[in-house]
């Protein structure tokens, strides 16, 4: 035998052939195997949606990261036009729009306000009709004076059995959807006499039976007419000093009087006058601006101590009596004579 010669073992060959055969196989497993995705890829968004007071068609939905966020919710609100879905930061987002937030997002409905139109009605009550005129839902609009002698209110209704608003009021948001109308109806004051138009007129502003008797009870009792009228030509018998059917008065600190002379003036009426309109306008400027107020005055109850929305809703005619002198008319404790207010207002209720 030769020493050089290499001797093969066949077990060896054979061993060799099925490990290369294994791994051939193996290669072409591993070839069929799904690459491993990315985790951010798999990543789920949260999407909120606020209507902003809409209504929308859902409320939140799941996407995944990277990927077109879809189907956007409907929204709907009356008085408004939708103009689409933002986010906080005012960016417009569409179905097409790629989610590349983590974790959630909210994002945000769009609404512009749409006009509607305001218009007044002589309603056979006055001449001269102010113009009609169209505005944005969400705006205020002030309603107009009128210096008609007939005109008490603007109401809803044309029978009057609306909701009644002084000229002056400012309002807003009455037709419900876009280019709709909303009429304003001239309504005059109704009643045989001044107690009974005073006492409807402020129950049909929204004043409680009580709070409008107690009112109308001082007017009696200020301008001396009783319980036969309230007198609107009224001049205090003593001094002269105050005038009209609330009595107003020039003091130190206040020079009511004189303001109500001027404003008479500014509605086309000399002083004295029997305008019923201009003296309840009057009545009203001054209880909403800066002369409702109370008085610094013993003797008055705490509890007339309220603010003008407390005395509208006041169902107790006594303690709003007491309440309107305190605040409005504000005569010293021992001269207000509450007990004969008192009694008028009990009167009105029982007999208008």
């Known amino acids: 035998m030769k020493t050089n010669e290499t001797i ?7 061993k060799l052939a099925v490990l290369l055969r294994t791994f051939l196989l193996l290669a072409v497993l591993l070839a069929f195997v799904p690459k ?3 985790a951010a890829s798999q990543q789920k968004v949260k999407v909120y949606f606020d209507g902003k007071g809409g209504k929308i068609s859902f409320k939140q939905k799941t996407v995944e990261y990277k990927k077109a966020i879809g189907e956007l919710p409907t929204a709907k609100a009356s008085g408004y036009k939708f103009n689409g879905w933002y986010t906080s930061k005012g960016n417009r987002v569409t179905a097409r729009t790629k989610v ?10 769009k609404w512009t306000p749409t006009s509607y139109k305001v218009s007044f009605a002589a309603n056979g009550v006055i001449k001269n009709v102010p113009a009609s005129f169209n505005i944005k839902r969400g705006y205020a ?19 009057g059995s609306g909701t009644s608003y002084a000229p002056g009021t400012i309002v807003r948001n009455f037709a419900p959807k876009s280019g709709r109308k909303v009429t304003f109806y001239a309504s005059p004051f109704r009643g045989k006499n001044n107690i009974a138009k005073i006492y409807d007129y402020f129950q ?7 709070a409008a008797a107690g009112l109308v009870g001082n007017l ?3 301008s001396g007419g009783g319980y036969k009228d309230v007198k609107l030509n009224a001049v205090e018998y003593s001094t002269g000093r105050g005038i009209g059917m609330c009595q107003w008065t ?8 004189t303001a109500f002379v001027k404003y008479c003036a500014s509605q086309g009426e000399k002083w004295p006058n029997q305008n019923l309109k201009v003296q309840v306008d009057f009545l009203l400027k001054e209880i909403t601006g800066r002369q409702w107020m109370f008085t610094g005055f013993p003797g008055y109850s705490k509890k007339a101590k309220m603010t003008l929305k407390q005395f509208k809703a006041c169902k107790n005619v006594a303690l709003a009596t007491e309440a309107f002198c305190a605040n409005f008319e504000r005569p010293r404790y021992i001269h207000a004579n509450l007990k004969e207010r008192i009694k008028m207002a009990k009167y009105v209720m029982k007999n208008y």
């Open 220 to 222: 009696m009792y200020e």
């Open 8 to 14: 093969q073992n066949p077990c060896s060959t054979k």
């Open 141 to 159: 609009i002030k309603l107009p004076s009128c210096k008609e002698k007939n005109f008490g209110s603007w109401n809803t209704k044309a029978d």
């Open 100 to 109: 590349v937030v983590k974790g959630s997002i909210t994002l945000y409905a």
């Open 204 to 210: 049909r502003l929204g004043y409680t039976k009580a």
């Open 250 to 257: 020039d003091t130190y600190d206040a020079k009511r009087r």
């Open 36 to 38: 491993p995705v990315c």
